[in-house]
Antibody
């Protein structure tokens, strides 16, 4: 059974950092792109960042560009998101999502984790 | 990148068909066949229902179908059932090498 399990969320003050992780099992992690999607409390979905199967292509939304860094370790079947210089508007449930596509381009998000909650507040 | 436009809510009686629209631009929905639809029940993770405009993943009921015309995509749920009550989001790849979601539509089964 395909499973994605996120961790690393918590409470952080504005300007501080957090590192999110996503561990994959039961699915083909190595050959597929991965993404982070977030959902603010009571709001809709927002794509945050994506990375191709071999880390050769990476992309970020305008709202996190320059502050967040995505990375992956195929040997450990894990995906990471480093969140720096956090803002109140970054408060959200962060989902890790597996792509049907190998590359960064196109594809769709066919498997999702349950999310890890990031709260940014002083 | 602006969010795709979806109606805030759609409702129907059991057994009826409903359609949810998703309007974008030529830079997203109209420019690529990478339109997907996701179902989200309260407190749950999103679930992929339709991808590549009209393809259904295995395990998704054939009561769900998708289509696209120009800059607008649609999700149709036929034979509406109580379990279909949820939020639905469309998404599309964009020319900015990013993904954009719709604001979400709450489906209510009367």
């Amino acid at each position: 059974e395909a499973q994605l399990v996120e961790s690393g969320g918590g409470l952080a003050q504005p300007g501080r950092s957090l590192r999110l992780s996503c561990e994959a099992s039961g699915l083909n992690f190595d050959d597929h792109a991965m993404h982070w999607v977030r959902q603010a409390p009571g709001k809709g979905l927002e794509w945050v960042s994506g990375i191709s199967w071999n880390s050769g292509e990476i992309g970020y939304s305008d709202s996190v560009m320059g502050r967040f860094t995505i990375s992956r370790d195929n040997a450990k079947k894990s995906l990471h998101l480093q969140l720096n210089n956090l803002r109140a508007e970054d408060t959200a449930l962060y989902y890790c999502a597996h792509s049907k596509s190998r590359g960064y381009f196109g594809g769709t998000f066919d498997h999702w984790g349950q999310g890890t909650l990031v709260t940014v507040s002083s | 990148q602006s969010a795709l436009t979806q109606p805030a809510s759609v409702s129907g009686s059991p057994g009826q068909s409903i359609t949810i629209s998703c309007t974008g631009t030529s830079s997203d929905v109209g420019g690529y066949n990478y339109v997907s639809w996701y179902q989200q029940h309260p407190g749950k993770a999103p679930r992929l229902m339709i991808y590549a405009v009209s393809d259904r993943p295995s395990g998704v009921s054939n009561r769900f179908s998708g289509s696209k015309s120009g800059n607008a995509a649609s999700l149709t749920i036929s034979g509406l059932q109580a379990e279909d009550e949820a939020d639905y989001y469309c998404s599309s790849y964009t020319s900015s090498r990013s993904w954009v979601f719709g604001g979400g539509t709450t489906v209510t089964v009367l």
